[in-house]
């Protein structure tokens, strides 16, 4: 069984690969309060991409009621990590229900390591570019407890984001170097406003065309 199950993956993951091919697939990198969310939403509105955040895919399948859904909530119950692999093929099937119709793909906060980024390229297909919304850390902190006002987060306090962003800045700096050595990170100076930021981003995605 365990064989024909890795013929039926290796069979899928031929067929994404081949149907996304051509795709340009964009990594969105940035801590909390880096405005990485706005940036992309602007993107689709303005480039027709298509926007994936694996948090957003994972809890849409949990609350489809999937098989997949249900195991999915078993194990984040547990307080377990959801296994790359699962993540990796909701993401292309995603992507290839998209194919046919997205000028692009936006993966959000991803890879948040190196290995995660490995595996993608695999699984899925090698990344177009790697777009790295950077803010300061005032900078950010400045902007999450401004949301804590409203949001009604417990997570938005001063103590909890230092903490998130010293685990961001750890996770996040080997996958900058890793692409980085390959030549497709393009920074963003994120400390400016929303449209400064924009520009910017049009700036880069303008030169794929």
Known sequence: MGTECSCLATAAERAGKEKLKNSKIIFVVGGPGSGKGTQCEKIVQKYGYT?????????????????????????????????????????????????????????????????????????IAPPTLLLYVDAGKDTMVKRLLKRGETSGRVDDNEETIKKRLDTYYKATEPVITFYEKRGIVRKLNAEGSVDDVFVQVCTHLDALK
């Open 51 to 123: 926007h994936l955040s694996t948090g957003d895919l994972l809890r849409a399948e949990v609350n489809s009621g999937s098989e997949r859904g249900k195991k999915l909530s078993a194990i984040m119950e547990k307080g377990e990590l959801v296994p790359l692999d699962t993540v990796l093929d909701m993401l292309r099937d995603a992507m290839v229900a998209k194919a046919d119709v997205s000028k692009g793909f936006l993966i959000d906060g991803y890879p948040r390591e190196v290995k995660q980024g490995e595996e993608f390229e695999k699984k």
